[in-house]
């Protein structure tokens, strides 16, 4: 059974970073694109992030663009998710998603999510 | 970036009754269109992908059509564990992803 954990969330002072992991499980990890989106409280789905499959490409959502960096360990089948200089537009929970197939980024299994509150 | 817009923001629909959900890309997006149903305090869930295809699990009462730029899910016989907030996602013009503001289907 597919599952996909994600932990490190918590509360953060604006300028500050932190590091969220998606702990994988019941796939071939190194097969799938993965993702991160972020729903803001009471928002809609905004995407952020992904690396590919090997973790040799990485785009970026231009809001998080050289601030967040998105990295995966095909050995502990886990993908993670650097965020350094956080603004208070950052809160929001943040999701791990896996890519469908190659080159179709639309999202089949999903982690329930971990809350990031950017908050002086 | 593709503007994707929803329509309407709720929908309040009576159990058994058919419920239909459109969304708008402000671009071609061909058929490379997802639906994603989401509850309180849960993920999004994959309901359906390519305009048209359901996910693995999702029951036949769900349905989606459209291309270019005008899409419609439909979910005939509507029963309580459907009321959710469902999500459209364009996949073909990318980066980025872009998501629709959301429908909301509740209970009337």
């Known amino acids: 059974q597919v599952q996909l954990v994600e932990s490190g969330g918590g509360v953060v002072q604006p300028g500050r970073s932190l590091r969220l992991s998606c702990a994988t499980s019941g796939f071939t990890f190194s097969r799938n694109g993965m993702h991160w989106v972020r729903q803001a409280p009471g928002k809609g789905l905004e995407w952020v992030a992904v690396i590919g499959d090997d973790g040799t490409a990485e785009v970026y959502a231009d809001s998080v663009k050289g601030r967040f960096s998105v990295s995966r360990d095909n050995f502990k089948n886990t993908v993670y998710l650097q965020m350094n200089s956080l603004r208070s537009e950052d809160t929001a929970v943040y999701f791990c998603?896996?890519?469908?197939?190659?080159?179709?980024?639309?999202?089949?299994?999903w982690g329930q999510g971990t809350l990031v509150t950017v908050s002086s | 970036e593709t503007v994707m817009t929803q329509s309407p923001a709720t929908l309040s629909v009576s159990l058994g009754e058919r419920a239909t959900l459109s969304c708008r890309a402000s671009q071609s997006v061909r058929t490379n269109l997802a639906w994603y149903q989401q509850k309180p305090g849960q993920a999004p869930r994959l309901v359906i992908y390519?305009?048209?295809t359901r996910a693995t699990g999702i029951p036949a009462r769900f349905s989606g059509s459209g291309s270019g730029t005008e899409f419609t899910l439909t979910i005939s016989s509507l029963q309580s564990d459907d009321f959710a907030v469902y999500y459209c996602?364009?996949?073909?013009?990318?980066?980025?992803?872009?998501f629709g503001q959301g429908t909301r289907l509740e209970i009337k």
């Open positions: 996602q364009q996949y073909n013009n990318r980066p980025p992803v872009t």
């Open positions: 390519g305009a048209s």
């Open positions: 998603a896996r890519e469908h197939s190659h080159g179709n980024w639309f999202f089949d299994w």
